[in-house]
């Protein structure tokens, strides 16, 4: 099946989640030996990417989200009160696509598929679109 899909929960209201365990399992799932898998969340105030699970990073990359002001004058607000989520998420993206060889997404050696709660606690879906080569 080249489409697989699994559910994250998030607890906070801004947390990141490495998903790279369950994204490899999708690729098993899928039996997809050589090609290319996208992964993306069908959300907009939920990111996708791919970086380093350090915890000094992380920290970081909340701070960075953060900085980012809240309320204010975003028009969005006048909907649901969440245009930062929204406009982080355009600014990092949705998904990512990334080689598969040998059965398994490739990574370098520090690199983990993440996942960004920018509007949380949700229950999120992820997406994992494989195309074989
Ligand atoms: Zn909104």
Same mark, same amino acid.
């Not at 801004?14 to 290319?36: F, H, K, P």
């Given at each position: 099946m080249p489409t697989q899909r699994f559910r994250i929960s998030t607890?906070? &209201?801004? +947390?990141? $989640? @490495?998903? $790279?365990? !369950?994204? +490899?399992? /999708?690729?098993?799932? /899928?039996?997809? @030996? !050589? %090609? #290319?898998?996208?992964i993306s969340v069908p959300h907009c105030t939920c990111v996708v990417y791919v970086n380093e699970n350090e915890s000094g990073l992380i920290a970081d990359t #909340?701070?960075?989200?953060? +900085? #980012?002001?809240? %309320?204010?004058?975003? !028009? &969005?607000?006048r909907i649901d009160n969440n245009a930062e989520a929204h406009l982080m998420a355009s600014l990092m993206g949705s998904s990512t696509c990334l080689p598969v060889s040998g059965g398994q997404v490739e990574l370098g050696t520090w690199q983990r598929i993440m996942l960004i709660e920018l509007d949380g606690p949700r229950e999120r879906l992820v997406t994992v679109t494989i195309v074989p080569s």
């Open positions: 607890a906070k &209201h801004r +947390q990141i $989640t @490495d998903i $790279t365990s !369950q994204v +490899q399992e /999708a690729v098993r799932a /899928a039996g997809c @030996d !050589q %090609g #290319l898998a996208c #909340l701070e960075l989200i953060n +900085q #980012l002001p809240a %309320g204010g004058s975003w !028009q &969005h607000n």
